[in-house]
């Protein structure tokens, strides 16, 4: 039993918000002389009642039982570390992750449950953590928990994600048949003390390489196709240096001038670009200010856009106009400046470097500069001849091989996508329906989900 607050003790701002809530609810639902969840539902009716999500109840319910008649406490700052914290996957770990859960639906014909996924996905892959950090990663991963009307939960990827790859393979495969020339374009790393470790890897492809940490490091940035490297797009310049045309990290202003000085000069016409969305990648044109920005800058941006405004209004008024007028959609500024050149851009879906091909290009040459460096030390002289050398040995062949495999692979993310449409809608089907709720499922109060088979075999699709 909880204890009971002393008289006299004062009840602080976030307390009297939810009290004000909960006196707020009660009236409510004595003006209806209804409740409005069941009796039994008491996460939700909880959540109803504070406004506090399920996820931070399910964990107080835990906590309060934990402590007994001992108050409950502020979690404090200094927790102690778990190694859970650790945690790091790269986005080929994660495609098996996806594989795993489609693995459920498609052969074994169930509804996956975290505990099941955690055997099935270490019996694939080397995954040291618990439960917990299989839910943050199928969160960050874009899946989510969703009710069906029996009470009974179910594990969806996000329709957006869903869409944004079948709008990819879609519209990749649109070019293909318009016979239109297909780049990758990406950015990795080379240092000094390249080792082997734990790596997504496949019969016919070789692994990855895992990240290190060394202060002789280069940044290596290229474009292919199917024929191989770009000629002339090639960039080598050394991480954190604060000289030279190229210097620091790789961001929005280095990536731009590589695109403007190496790439476009040598693209032929009319070609495709394939890109991810990393924060260089999406620096965008016309960024509307934000409602935090100071005035002038709004103003700034308001008369730039012609759009009348004086110097005597208030923020929130200039904001309004902001809000008015700014783009529906975000415009990058590199894809702006390939399209002005008469060439398409495509940004790749979200954890799916897989679709990369030049993703195996970078794997081999870092597996050909760690055969060259045998005690792991070299200059940072030697280390750009040996990169140097390393990408003059991926060949037209090689390239034809990874794009090859890349192909395989779109068709079987965009024949899996439609058998899971079918398979997810017919467990939604057998537990009466989805909630029209928008909201997510707590994990913390997952309940086992009986297995349930499906009566006839799912039916097959066939590409477009």
Request: include cysteine.
């Amino acid at each position: 039993m909880a204890s009971v607050r002393k008289r006299g003790q004062t009840v602080h701002s976030e307390a009297r918000e939810v009290i004000r809530r909960v006196i707020s609810k009660c009236d409510e639902e004595a003006r209806t002389g209804n409740l409005q969840h069941l009796m039994k539902q008491s996460n939700l009716r909880v959540k109803n009642y504070t406004g506090v999500s399920v996820r931070t109840i399910s964990s107080i319910r835990k906590e309060g039982d934990a402590a007994g008649e001992t108050p409950l406490t502020t979690p404090g700052k200094k927790r102690p570390y778990s190694e859970e914290k650790k945690f790091h996957m790269d986005d080929f770990d994660r495609s098996v992750v996806r594989d795993v859960v489609s693995d459920f639906y498609l052969v074994r014909k169930k509804v996956p449950t975290v505990p099941k996924l955690l055997i099935a996905l270490k019996e694939k892959l080397y995954f040291p953590w618990k439960e917990e950090t299989l839910r943050r990663l199928l969160h960050q991963m874009g899946f989510k928990w969703k009710r069906c009307n029996k009470l009974r939960k179910i594990l969806i990827e996000r329709p957006d994600l869903v869409n944004w790859r079948a709008r990819y393979l879609r519209d990749i495969q649109r070019f293909r048949h318009e016979k239109r020339p297909i780049f990758y374009i990406d950015e990795t790393w080379v240092d000094n003390n390249l080792t082997f470790g734990k790596c997504w890897s496949s019969e016919e492809v070789p692994g990855v390489l895992t990240n290190t940490s060394s202060s002789n490091r280069l940044i290596v940035v290229n474009a292919g196709s199917t024929y191989g490297f770009l000629k002339g797009a090639a960039l080598i310049f050394r991480a954190g240096k604060a000289s030279g045309d190229y210097h620091g990290q790789m961001n929005a202003n280095n990536f731009e001038k590589w695109a403007e000085e190496k790439l476009m000069p040598n693209l032929p016409e009319k070609i495709v670009i394939v890109m991810d969305n990393a924060p260089y990648h999406c620096h965008q044109e016309n960024k509307a200010p934000t409602k935090y920005a100071v005035k002038k800058e709004m103003i700034d941006w308001l008369q730039s856009n012609n759009i009348q405004c004086s110097a005597d209004m208030k923020k929130f008024q200039l904001y309004e106009l902001i809000e008015k007028h700014k783009p529906k959609e975000n415009v990058y500024r590199i894809d702006v400046a390939l399209k002005r050149r008469g060439h398409a851009v495509l940004r790749l879906p979200p954890y799916m470097c897989e679709l990369n091909p030049i993703e195996l290009a970078w794997a081999k040459i870092k597996r050909v500069v760690k055969g060259n460096n045998i005690r792991g030390n070299l200059s940072l002289t030697k280390l750009e001849e040996a990169t140097r050398e390393a990408q003059s040995s991926v060949s037209k062949i090689h390239w034809e091989g990874f794009t090859n495999h890349t192909l395989k692979l779109e068709q079987h993310y965009w024949e899996q996508d439609g058998l899971m449409e079918d398979a997810i809608d017919k467990f939604v089907i057998e537990l009466g329906g989805m909630d029209s709720s928008d909201s997510e499922v707590s994990d913390d109060s997952e309940e086992e989900i009986s297995d349930i088979e499906l009566a006839q075999p799912l039916p097959s699709t066939s590409d477009d």
